[in-house]
């Protein structure tokens, strides 16, 4: 007979990502292409792409490069990495001492709710609040040192994407502790990429918190350490773009001043809607894992980013008519992102203020069928991709890797929403299928 360990946390017996191969090829793959964005977007290397791309001749200075030892030195920064993790405990201390509600999530398996405390947006204020006066008492000059030292930095988030990954690999293995039900393969490269355990958190005495509201690990990752710093990054290009000019902030043209702002809105909502994470696949489902500590950490902050750092070397001059369009396509995006979401919070919250139309399966379950959830199975998703389309146009159209967002976030939600799809087929069976007749088209209203 089985015990109840074995019970709570059965074997997996489906791999995600091709299993071990898959789950090994990305956890290599992830640090080298954010590297790879880096060496091959930036003035470092001749452009974006680098000279000699085309007709093949940077094969041998890549050759030479890889080859000499100077090149790995300059990947580590002490420095750099002394920051960064400086920068990660001065969140973990406002996540401690900033006030902020307390909410349960969602019931687990064992029919416990785990409680959080909300504050990212707090730590936001708290971080512009100091960086904001750095750079009014002295000058821009002050806050290019994160575009300056991009590489290292990188390398600092990676370091503590492995070392997170790894000790929560090790903690899964206590008594007790609750595994997400697609990370306990056996198979140590699986389990540590996709996540063996579902909520690991740090113990009380670690951060000085209550005993009841321990410092979860994957809920303070979503949001905190990468997010913010992906809008620190953009203020540090606005920085080096305004010492460039010679002309201080007047001289940030009006294309960078745009990515600046459409991220900025896009993380300041974010943060204040942080409790809405809290129902998502990566907060409910999947373990902690290298997975979503890379994610979090390295690939949202230096990937997500590109754009900013493009037009510190390529500025881009966009004028009032082509501003705008580019600002209806955002706000057009965000719109649906927005407005969907909320319909999809109001109504899991018990609440129908739209009085949206719904079906109910056999499991007691509510699903819409009305309103933005009529239209498409996930029509945040398809104002997520406005969104993206929207930061990357302020580039123009020099080079497609300026567009490299958008056209991976498709590919992402597209995989995210067939997982949604699979998952719910299994759960729901016949009902399923009953719902996307009368829901058939999965983001895309009426294209896909």
Not at 6 to 34: D, H
Not at 77 to 100: K, N, S
Not at 185 to 209: K, V
Not at 287 to 306: E, K
Request: glycine share 8%.
């Amino acid at each position: 007979m089985a015990d109840k360990s074995e019970i709570l946390n059965p074997r997996t017996k489906r791999y995600e990502f091709l299993g071990p191969p898959g789950a090994f090829l990305i956890t290599i793959g992830v640090p080298l292409v954010t590297y790879g964005l880096y060496f091959g977007c930036s003035e470092e290397t001749g452009g974006c792409p680098p000279t000699g791309v085309l007709d093949g001749s940077i094969l041998p200075k890549i050759q030479d490069t890889l080859t000499s030892a100077d090149f790995y030195k300059s990947l580590w920064d002490t420095e750099a990495t002394l920051m960064y993790f400086a920068w990660y405990m001065f969140c973990v201390v406002c996540w401690r001492i900033l006030p902020g509600d307390v909410v349960e999530g969602t019931t687990l398996r064992t029919g416990e709710k785990k409680k959080y405390k909300m504050n990212g947006l707090q730590t936001l204020l708290v971080t512009m609040g100091f960086v904001l006066g750095r750079i009014v008492n002295k000058g821009p000059e002050s806050f290019t040192f994160l575009y300056e030292k991009w590489v290292p930095f990188i390398t600092a988030t990676v370091l503590m994407s492995v070392t997170q990954a790894l000790l929560c690999y090790a903690a899964s293995f206590r008594s007790g502790a609750l595994l997400a039900l697609g990370g306990n393969s056996g198979n140590f490269i699986y389990d540590f990429f996709i996540g063996r355990e579902l909520n690991p958190q740090l113990p009380h005495w670690m951060t000085l918190s209550s005993p009841d509201l321990p410092l979860d690990i994957k809920t303070f990752n979503e949001l905190r350490p990468g997010m913010i710093l992906w809008f620190l990054l953009d203020i540090s290009m606005a920085c080096e773009q305004a010492v460039r000019s010679g002309k201080g902030i007047n001289g940030v043209t009006d294309s960078l001043w745009l990515v600046l702002l459409f991220h900025g809105i896009y993380i300041v909502d974010s943060v204040y809607n942080e409790i809405g994470i809290l129902t998502m696949m990566d907060i409910t489902t999947d373990g902690f894992g290298f997975m979503l500590s890379v994610g979090d950490l390295t690939w949202v902050p230096f990937a997500y980013s590109l754009q900013a750092r493009y037009l510190v070397f390529k500025p881009q001059v966009l004028g009032p008519f082509l501003s705008v369009v580019i600002v209806l396509a955002n706000l057009t995006g965000f719109y649906i992102f927005r407005t969907a979401n909320g319909e999809k919070n109001d109504f899991r919250n018990g609440k129908n203020p739209k009085n949206l139309q719904y079906m109910t399966t056999e499991t007691g379950t509510k699903l819409l069928t009305s309103g933005w959830w009529g239209r498409s199975r996930h029509p945040n998703y398809f104002g997520d991709l406005l969104m993206g389309l929207a930061w990357s146009l302020p580039t123009k159209f020099e080079t497609p890797l300026t567009y490299f967002y958008v056209i991976y976030f498709a590919v992402l939600l597209a995989h995210r929403q067939n997982r949604d799809d699979e998952a719910c087929s299994k759960k729901y069976g016949k009902d399923w299928e009953k719902y996307k007749k009368l829901v058939p088209w999965k983001i895309i209203p009426y294209v896909y």
